[in-house]
């Protein structure tokens, strides 16, 4: 039985299920090359549908990560908004009834808009609850028979925060937290405040820059904007910083009185920039922390699982992997609205067909591959030089150029899903290069000096780099790295100490695996500096889209599988 799931507005995605085992699934924005796509993935499920080799008409039921006509909240919003402040109503009248309905509204002709274009079919459409699509796309893939399950993000339809427990092939919603308290809409609204921009995912920026912060404004934030009480609950105050305000750079005279005016784009960032990023992000930690513990009063369950795209805060995450009750964890690494597509899937064959769990995600790579064939063909049509080289050969001869100062674009496998390279689609070099971050940063990526870079590690170092247990193969913690290893990779630890390392398994990626194991024989350092392989727009997909960015980046090496082009001789 075939399944397809669909996330259609914000990081559409498709992916496809066969008897509960995950087949293929993708995100949009690497097809059409716009980031963060919103839009019905047409490209994506055709992708699913080619890599399975089946049509449309194979499929018997698609679940969709949104129930379209939960749309109360937005009446209630427009009326709070307008007894808050005409600022705020005009902000939300702005967005228009158009949008709404062409959003949310649009949702109900998918199934229409599935056979138009992708012939006949006489499948089931499942309006799966958002949240519950996140908590199916943690749960269900995990390795765990029981679990609590978190899922925090923006918010769904009016659910922000879902305490849920699954037990076998059942979640069971425990509680839930709503509009206007959420947490990614309070981080949002502080991405905003620093002057980046939540439309383009730049809440990733104000975690990195908290980093080089002081907490000076934390009791501001804890005591006027987000607060807990006894009750396991947390508030967003709206009135003293308000998301939908945020949007068009609005802040309340509440929150610049107390911390100064917000930055304008183009301005400086400043010591006080840097100290209310690191005050809003501990208040989210001390918040997030907060919630964990109430869950784990709820199910006395020793594994967590989380999604939502909170549960891309890696700094969070790690303080939790580390300092809560909980013993194990999971976290989607497909944690945003693009798992979505994968959970809505997994909440047909499980919780509504009643089907049996058989499956355990414990890789990413779900997307599109290339053959050797296709990457020389690709090539040739680019005219550029390059040698087939077999890996007995070519890993070596990587891992070498890599410790000689070399910065390689490697395209390995099936591109993964979700926001992560994770060695199928990076940037590799050298660790131990204290230069390598900004060289990496500015020459090459063209983004934030403040950025921090991350380790792809083998997995059996962790105690030797840490000097305790973790274990994290979707790079999603940031945990502290041991003392006395600091010094010896200087380009993947942050300036507090810590890093966020992706620890690659033999089994689940083994050609990865070997190139590191080179690198390590060579340098004794089991890991590899690994970012995403994409200059300003979404990670490569497919051969040319690596190409087009070796022609306009600025990087030594560019890997298609086994075919080896150097900058230079490439030409
Ligand atoms: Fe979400």
Known sequence: MYILGLTTLGDSAAALI????????????????????SGFPYRSIEFCLDYAGI????????????????????????????????????????????????????????????????GPGDFKFHYVEHHQSHAASAFFVSPFESAAILTW????????????????????????????HSLGQFY?????????????????????????????????FRDKVLTTNGHGDFKFNIKVLDHHLAKHYQFPKGIIDE???????????????????????????????YLVEQIKDMTGEENLCMAGGVAFNSVMNGRIFHESPFRRFYVQPAAGDAGCSLGAAYYVWNQVLGKPRSFVMDHAYWGPAFSNEECRHALNEAGLKYE?????????????????????????GRMELGPRALGARSFLADPRRSDMREILNHKVKLREWFRPLAPSMLEEYGNEVFGKEHHDP??????????????????????????????????TNPRYWSLIDEFRKLTSIPMLLNTSFNVQEPIVCSPQDAINTFQNANFDALVLENNLVLRSAAV
């Open 18 to 37: 066969r008897d509960g085992e995950l087949i293929a699934a993708a995100e949009e924005e690497r097809f059409s090359r716009v980031k963060h796509h």
């Open 55 to 118: 049509k449309l008409s194979d499929i018997e039921h698609v679940g969709h990560y949104w129930k379209p006509w939960i749309l109360r909240h937005k009446a209630m919003q427009a009326a709070k908004a307008a007894l808050v402040s005409p600022a705020m109503f005009k902000a939300r009248a702005d967005r228009g009834v158009a949008q709404v309905s062409e959003s949310y509204l649009g949702m109900f002709k998918h199934a229409k808009r599935l056979r138009e274009r992708f």
């Open 259 to 289: 911390i100064g005016p917000e930055r304008k784009r183009d301005e400086e960032l400043t010591e006080r920039h840097w100290d209310v990023a690191c005050s809003a992000q501990k208040a989210l930690e001390d918040t997030g922390l």
């Open 188 to 220: 949002s609204a502080v991405t905003n405040y620093i002057g980046f921009d939540m439309f383009a995912g730049d809440e990733w920026k104000v975690m990195g820059l908290a980093a080089y912060g002081k907490p000076r404004y934390y009791d501001f």
């Open 153 to 180: 993000d923006g918010t769904g339809e009016d659910t922000t925060t879902l305490f849920c427990k699954g037990q076998g092939n059942k979640i069971k919603v425990l509680k839930r937290i709503k509009l206007p």
């Open 474 to 507: 979707f790079m999603i913690t940031v945990v502290a790295v041991a003392e006395e290893y600091k010094a010896k990779i200087p380009a993947v630890v942050h300036v507090d100490g810590s890093a966020r390392p992706q620890m690659v398994s033999r089994k």
């Open 388 to 412: 087939t080289v077999a890996d007995e050969v070519l890993l070596p001869r990587l891992a070498k150029m890599i410790a000689d100062g070399a910065i390689v674009g490697w395209f390995n």
